[in-house]
């Protein structure tokens, strides 16, 4: 794994863990909530753009491009559509969007390791 996906899959977790909190206590996604899914955003930005390097600098076949970007691009709009939800949705509710949204952006990374493992390598 990389360096980026790592950070990446921590930051998920992470936010993921914090939104699961702030649902138990039943509170709504406040700035610091939002702030994780923004660096969570951001963390799938980085990676997007470090595997898009990755794959023009390589000579070589990638193995399903559309998949690997569909991916990526899926799990940003997530990230971003769940703290947009956070923000807009006042009660715990948010809270939980957000925690799932960080769950699948998980397993989404997973496939991305599945489905393209050389990019990683």
């Given amino acids: 794994m990389s360096a980026v996906s790592i950070v990446v899959g921590v930051l998920g977790g992470l936010t993921a863990v914090l939104a699961v909190y702030y649902a138990v206590r039943d509170l709504s996604a406040d700035l610091v909530l939002l702030g994780a899914c923004l660096v969570t955003a951001l963390g799938w930005l980085v990676l997007g753009i470090a595997l898009g390097a990755k794959d023009l600098a390589s000579a070589g076949p990638a193995p399903d491009r559309v998949v690997l970007y569909g991916y990526l691009l899926t799990a940003l709009v997530m990230v971003v559509g769940g703290g947009w939800v956070g923000a807009f949705e006042r009660t715990r509710w ?15 990374l997973m496939r991305v ?7 990683f390598a």
């Fill in 94 to 108: 948010g809270s939980v969007v957000i925690a799932v949204v960080c769950a699948v952006t998980l397993v989404l």
């Fill in 113 to 119: 390791h599945q489905i393209w493992p050389g990019g």
